[in-house]
């Protein structure tokens, strides 16, 4: 996988692959995979919340304004 960045981002990922000791390509890996954890956990939790539906049926209220 190929991909462009900023200049600053290069320079912050290679000044941190430094900090922490390991590869760049390894950094990336890293960052990636937790992000793409991060979004996965948004959309179960997204999900689960679409399945819970509506606490209450708010139905009745419509015509209670007529």
Do not use: C, H, Y
């Not at 430094?18 to 959309?43: G, K, M, P, V, Y």
């Amino acid at each position: 996988m190929t991909f462009r960045v900023t200049a600053e981002d290069a320079v912050a990922v290679k000044r941190w692959s430094r900090r922490l000791r390991i590869d760049r390509s390894e950094f990336l890996r890293q960052a990636l995979r937790r992000r793409l954890a991060e979004l996965n956990t948004a959309q179960d939790g997204l999900a689960l919340a679409a399945d819970w539906g509506p606490v209450e049926d708010w139905t009745d209220w419509a015509d209670a304004t007529r």
